[in-house]
């Protein structure tokens, strides 16, 4: 049997793999058009399943995407808006759903969450009872949980890849930094992978002790050991995200091809947008807009994410062979994108679609999905989408879950049976914690450094608490270079969306301990007054009409 073809019957899969990279473009595949970057292994996911080619994340920097991935929830609802900010124990993920259906999920690699401490202090939970340790992983059981940010005036003491690097000759105290994220460069001398004239050289370790080769075969170990069990692993690769440094051979692998010009205009530099200036104007932003540093660093930055190619084809190999992706549901995507240069830009934090559109394949082995493999879907699709996917493809019930559950299952577009009910999609950016705000002189108060886009099939408007609005048309400008919010032929499409966008604020799942269900059950006639409250009842004729549900 072909290593990805149908083999299943019409019934629950008994699995979810659920690869994540960390900063990678949408347009940074083969199968996505890239002119120079080839990814076999990833486009042969995307030959047997759909590639959705507008898929969008919720959060513009790594906690907040990835807080709304693992809750099923938008940013505005979990409340983790940056990556520092804890996620509140309250907020159901999804360990929580899947482990009602009986599945494990199970991490290794990168969440980005942050535990609430304060929480756990006031609720008086022990700090290593059972029940921390599911809330602290973010409701995952970690199989190895790694960050990759590790300098070394914050890297763990009992960092377990630190320990494998040591294991295999690399001494220090911290040799993710010393060997698997620094150089050795033209003149013999280490050279930190920090800093960016370090990436054209190869990484200290070879690849198959990288970041990369390393959390690929903690995940085949996990795979190997699971047998018959359900579960969800979540195998969320540190990279293509800085430090920007690669093993050989992947280091000058497109170093002498001719790299995609980047999309940005001088007339870009003359915004007014104060928000825009100040990440112009930011360190990364001068850095990335050099072009003698992305002629460095572009080339380095497809070598990892052919690296991660090359790699994730060691693990669909050990898959098939293990017979698993025939009950395997597989999905790849990634948290969020990288400007590169881009719009005079570097890093994420903004609303452009280099951040906020990432790649998202989906693949259902069962036979109900036979008719969209190899397609590409122009649904538009959301990070909070997959949760509510997981659970229908694993036997679940999404609509006991919908105050919680703010995404659509896709398993109707898998399944050919019709598209998204979504009319447009949501991504918050909150660029507050950044030093850049610092460019912006006197602001308001931190928590109003933030700014919401709405993207629908032609326009994306972004309501933008400091500075003016933004607007648009991206039939006519799907670069993004023109502004259009104070264009008055434009007036009628920014109140219609501003409009929706305040609904959708008005519609968000706050209330999240009481159901449908409940408030249904709560209201139905009668039952106030079978429960002993009988208020507004003249006589006992009556209040016996009121208990019958003849009155309202």
């Given at each position: 049997?072909?290593?990805?073809?149908?083999n299943?019957?019409?019934?629950?899969?008994?699995?979810?793999?659920?690869?994540?990279?960390?900063?990678?473009?949408?347009?940074?595949?083969?199968?996505?058009?890239?002119?120079?970057?080839e990814?076999?292994?990833?486009?042969?996911?995307?030959g047997?399943?759909?590639?959705?080619d507008?898929?969008?994340?919720?959060?513009?920097v790594?906690?907040?995407?990835r807080?709304?991935?693992?809750?099923?929830?938008?940013?505005?609802?979990?409340?983790?808006?940056?990556?520092?900010?804890?996620?509140?124990?309250?907020?159901?993920?999804?360990?929580?759903?899947?482990?009602?259906l009986?599945?494990r999920?199970?991490?290794?690699?990168?969440?980005?969450?942050r535990?609430?401490?304060?929480?756990?202090?006031?609720?008086?939970?022990?700090?290593?009872?059972?029940?921390?340790?599911?809330?602290?992983?973010?409701?995952?059981?970690?199989?190895?949980?790694?960050?990759?940010?590790?300098?070394?005036?914050?890297?763990?003491?009992?960092?377990?890849?630190?320990?494998?690097?040591?294991?295999?000759?690399?001494?220090g105290?911290?040799?993710?930094?010393?060997?698997?994220?620094?150089?050795?460069?033209?003149?013999?001398?280490?050279c930190s992978?920090?800093?960016?004239r370090?990436?054209?050289?190869?990484?200290?370790?070879?690849?198959?002790?990288s970041?990369?080769?390393?959390?690929?075969?903690?995940?085949?170990?996990?795979i190997r050991?699971?047998?018959?069990?359900?579960?969800?692993?979540?195998?969320?690769?540190?990279?293509?995200?800085?430090?920007y440094?690669?093993?050989?051979?992947?280091h000058?692998m497109?170093?002498?091809?001719?790299?995609?010009?980047?999309?940005?205009?001088?007339?870009?530099?003359?915004?007014?947008?104060?928000?825009?200036?100040?990440l112009h104007?930011?360190?990364?932003?001068?850095?990335?807009s050099?072009?003698e540093?992305r002629?460095?660093?572009?080339?380095?930055?497809?070598?990892?994410?052919?690296?991660?190619?090359?790699?994730?084809g060691?693990?669909?190999?050990?898959?098939?062979?293990?017979?698993?992706?025939?009950?395997?549901?597989?999905?790849?995507?990634?948290?969020?994108g990288?400007?590169?240069?881009?719009?005079?830009m570097?890093?994420k934090?903004?609303?452009?679609?280099?951040?906020?559109?990432?790649?998202?394949?989906?693949?259902?082995?069962?036979?109900?999905?036979?008719?969209?493999?190899?397609?590409?879907s122009?649904?538009?699709?959301?990070?909070?989408?997959?949760?509510?996917?997981?659970?229908?493809?694993?036997?679940?019930?999404?609509e006991?879950?919908?105050?919680?559950?703010?995404?659509?299952?896709?398993?109707?577009?898998?399944?050919?049976?019709?598209?998204t009910?979504?009319?447009?999609?949501?991504?918050?950016?909150?660029?507050g914690?950044?030093?850049?705000?610092?460019?912006?002189?006197?602001?308001?108060?931190?928590?109003?450094?933030?700014?919401?886009?709405?993207r629908?099939?032609?326009?994306?408007?972004v309501?933008?608490?400091?500075?003016?609005?933004?607007?648009?048309?991206?039939?006519?400008?799907?670069?993004?270079?023109?502004?259009?919010?104070?264009?008055?032929?434009?007036?009628?499409?920014?109140?219609?969306?501003?409009?929706?966008?305040?609904?959708?604020?008005?519609?968000?799942?706050?209330?999240?301990?009481?159901?449908?269900?409940?408030?249904?059950?709560?209201?139905?006639?009668?039952?106030?007054?079978?429960?002993?409250?009988?208020?507004?009842?003249?006589?006992?004729e009556e209040?016996?009409?009121?208990?019958?549900?003849?009155?309202?």
């Amino acid at each position: 049997m072909n290593q990805l073809e149908s083999n299943v019957p019409d019934a629950a899969l008994r699995n979810v793999l659920f690869i994540m990279c960390d900063q990678l473009r949408w347009d940074a595949l083969g199968c996505s058009g890239h002119p120079c970057l080839e990814t076999p292994n990833i486009d042969r996911l995307a030959g047997k399943g759909v590639r959705f080619d507008r898929a969008f994340v919720n959060g513009a920097v790594c906690g907040s995407s990835r807080m709304s991935y693992y809750t099923g929830r938008y940013v505005v609802s979990h409340g983790a808006r940056w990556n520092q900010v804890p996620l509140e124990v309250t907020q159901k993920t999804m360990g929580d759903h899947l482990r009602e259906l009986d599945v494990r999920t199970v991490l290794v690699g990168k969440t980005h969450m942050r535990a609430d401490e304060a929480a756990r202090k006031r609720l008086a939970i022990p700090s290593n009872s059972p029940e921390w340790m599911f809330l602290s992983e973010c409701g995952f059981d970690a199989e190895e949980h790694d960050d990759g940010l590790h300098p070394d005036a914050r890297v763990p003491m009992d960092l377990p890849y630190n320990r494998f690097l040591r294991s295999q000759g690399f001494p220090g105290d911290n040799p993710w930094h010393t060997a698997a994220n620094s150089v050795i460069d033209a003149d013999g001398e280490l050279c930190s992978g920090w800093l960016l004239r370090s990436a054209p050289f190869p990484a200290v370790v070879p690849d198959e002790l990288s970041e990369t080769a390393y959390m690929t075969d903690r995940a085949i170990e996990f795979i190997r050991r699971a047998g018959d069990d359900r579960w969800c692993l979540h195998l969320s690769y540190i990279k293509p995200h800085w430090p920007y440094v690669v093993s050989a051979p992947y280091h000058d692998m497109y170093a002498g091809e001719a790299m995609p010009a980047p999309n940005r205009t001088e007339a870009e530099l003359k915004t007014t947008h104060p928000v825009i200036r100040a990440l112009h104007r930011s360190r990364i932003g001068r850095a990335m807009s050099r072009t003698e540093t992305r002629q460095l660093v572009l080339p380095t930055y497809l070598g990892l994410v052919k690296q991660i190619d090359d790699h994730l084809g060691r693990l669909f190999s050990e898959l098939e062979q293990l017979g698993r992706l025939d009950d395997t549901l597989v999905v790849f995507t990634s948290d969020h994108g990288e400007y590169m240069g881009d719009h005079w830009m570097g890093e994420k934090d903004w609303i452009n679609e280099e951040v906020v559109r990432v790649p998202m394949i989906v693949i259902d082995p069962r036979s109900q999905a036979d008719n969209t493999r190899g397609t590409t879907s122009n649904e538009l699709v959301e990070a909070v989408d997959l949760l509510p996917t997981f659970v229908e493809a694993l036997g679940g019930e999404n609509e006991t879950r919908k105050q919680w559950l703010e995404g659509e299952s896709l398993i109707p577009v898998l399944h050919g049976e019709r598209g998204t009910r979504r009319e447009f999609v949501v991504c918050e950016a909150d660029w507050g914690f950044l030093e850049m705000a610092n460019h912006l002189g006197e602001t308001k108060e931190p928590r109003l450094r933030r700014a919401t886009m709405l993207r629908d099939e032609r326009f994306k408007y972004v309501l933008s608490e400091i500075g003016s609005n933004l607007l648009y048309d991206l039939d006519e400008d799907p670069d993004e270079q023109h502004d259009r919010f104070d264009d008055s032929s434009m007036g009628s499409v920014a109140a219609d969306l501003h409009e929706q966008l305040f609904e959708w604020f008005r519609s968000r799942h706050h209330d999240t301990t009481f159901s449908d269900e409940m408030i249904n059950a709560t209201s139905a006639p009668g039952r106030t007054a079978k429960s002993g409250i009988m208020i507004g009842y003249w006589d006992e004729e009556e209040l016996s009409a009121g208990m019958r549900g003849e009155l309202y």
